[in-house]
């Protein structure tokens, strides 16, 4: 018979195997079986169950996918309640977000078959298509999420954030003195590039990752042909440009991580709202 102390062996090792599983694999894809099944049952139900005089939203097969819908709905928005919260077991944060992604993509089957393919310019109409504006960035947050790390570590090379910072003010008190015994057209050139600040050209640079009022590549490009000390510049300047593109890389990777998260949860907000104006009215005029 096993020890007590083997026990926990045991469960120490499968938790620690399980911490290296993706949340898109957790438990061999219980979830994405699940949320499977649901699209597979919804979908016979809709062929298979006769409604007069034709499948809509207001049908008890309807109703019946609308309250299932609704459900999901509030059920997958309280995920980041749940960040907030640190507990390992059947209801980890790993197998909420599994359950999150799988059963947040069952809600298009769901979703579309509750209309009854039956859109208009009204609150219903409303309230699917930010549903699936919803679902659509999450699929997006799926990608960056399961792609982007990798990148973000690659990146870095090794350095942390306060390294990388440290050594472009390391370069940065170098070309001050280097630029020093240049003509004065040449010096005015770095002085530029060093007073420019190089995280202040705003979110889309940031995203896009591109900077074309950057004053380094400007002093580059500018710099008129000398002798050793302007060779000396030139190298420093490379060496800023370099370390300026690894710092802005970096950057530009950590905004495509987090972007979606400022459109992905307002818009559930607003889907919430929506949804809640769509029940009202229906039972309204019920």
């Not at 979830?31 to 919804?42: A, E, N, Q, R, Y």
């Not at 016979?44 to 819908?69: C, F, K, M, Q």
């Not at 393919?117 to 699929?139: D, E």
Request: proline fraction near 2%.
């Amino acid at each position: 018979m096993a020890t007590q102390s083997e026990d926990n062996f045991a469960r120490a090792e499968a938790r620690r195997d399980s911490d290296h599983v993706s949340f898109l694999k957790h438990r061999s894809g219980k979830w994405f079986k699940i949320g499977l099944t649901l699209v597979v049952i919804s979908i016979l139900g809709y062929a298979l169950i006769d409604v007069e005089p034709r499948h809509n939203g207001g049908s008890w097969y309807g109703y019946t996918l609308g309250t299932i819908g609704a459900g999901l709905i509030v059920w997958l928005s309280l995920l980041g309640v749940r960040k907030r919260k640190i507990t390992e077991g059947r209801w980890s944060l790993k197998a909420w977000t599994s359950a999150h992604v799988y059963l947040g993509l069952a809600l298009i089957v769901i979703g579309t078959l509750h209309t009854g393919f039956q859109l208009g310019w009204n609150v219903h109409t409303l309230a699917y298509a930010l549903m699936m504006f919803v679902i659509i960035s999450g699929i997006y947050g799926i990608v960056v999420y399961a792609t982007l790390p990798q990148k973000v570590s690659a990146n870095r090379n090794q350095m942390t954030k306060a390294q990388m910072l440290e050594s472009l003010a390391a370069i940065d008190r170098q070309l001050e003195n280097a630029a020093q015994p240049l003509e004065r057209g040449d010096s005015d050139l770095v002085i530029e590039a060093l007073e420019q600040d190089p995280f202040g050209f705003g979110v889309v640079a940031r995203i896009t990752g591109k900077y074309p009022r950057c004053r380094t590549r400007a002093a580059l490009a500018n710099l008129a042909p000398g002798g050793e000390d302007c060779e000396k510049v030139v190298k420093l300047l490379r060496k800023r440009r370099s370390q300026l593109e690894q710092i802005r890389g970096q950057m530009r990777l950590r905004a495509l991580l987090d972007v979606w998260l400022y459109i992905h949860v307002p818009v559930t907000i607003a889907l919430i709202a929506a949804l809640a104006a769509h029940i009202i009215s229906v039972f309204y005029y019920w």
